[in-house]
């Protein structure tokens, strides 16, 4: 069982920067991809970025790259996504989520390939 927990949420102005941490109970995180995903109002759950068991590749989706940077500690079972130049529409709920497959070589983008998944941390941009 692992359980995933999701901080740092909360209001920015447009522009300005946030963390969020997740963090994971159980064993074997470091083997498993770990993704960011958001889903903002009337909207479907997307992807957001993803790192690879052992940080040696990063993925984003395209209107992220550049201003959010995903990482991962192993040692403390936690995952990271610094969010920065933030916009009204990044406004959404953020959530982490393990993948379903250990050590998988790329970084999968559709929630169907995560299986567990955190209760989510409100993200709200606006002056």
């Known amino acids: 069982q692992v359980q995933l927990v999701e901080s740092g949420g909360g209001l920015v102005q447009p522009g300005g920067s946030l963390r969020l941490s997740c963090s994971a109970s159980?064993?074997?995180?470091?083997?498993?991809?770990m993704g960011w995903f958001r889903q903002g109002p009337g909207k479907e759950r997307e992807f957001v970025a993803g790192?690879?068991?052992?940080?040696?590749?990063?993925y984003y989706a395209d209107s992220m790259k550049g201003r959010f940077t995903v990482s991962r500690d192993n040692a403390a079972n936690a995952v990271y996504l610094q969010m920065s130049s933030l916009l009204p529409e990044d406004t959404a709920v953020y959530y982490c989520?393990?993948?379903?497959?250990?050590?998988?070589?790329?970084?999968?983008?559709?929630?169907?390939?995560?299986?567990?998944w955190g209760q989510g941390t409100q993200v709200t941009v606006s002056s």
């Open positions: 989520a393990k993948d379903r497959n250990i050590r998988r070589f790329g970084i999968p983008t559709h929630p169907r390939e995560y299986d567990y």
């Open positions: 159980g064993r074997a995180f470091s083997m498993y991809v």
């Open positions: 790192i690879n068991w052992n940080s040696s590749r990063r």
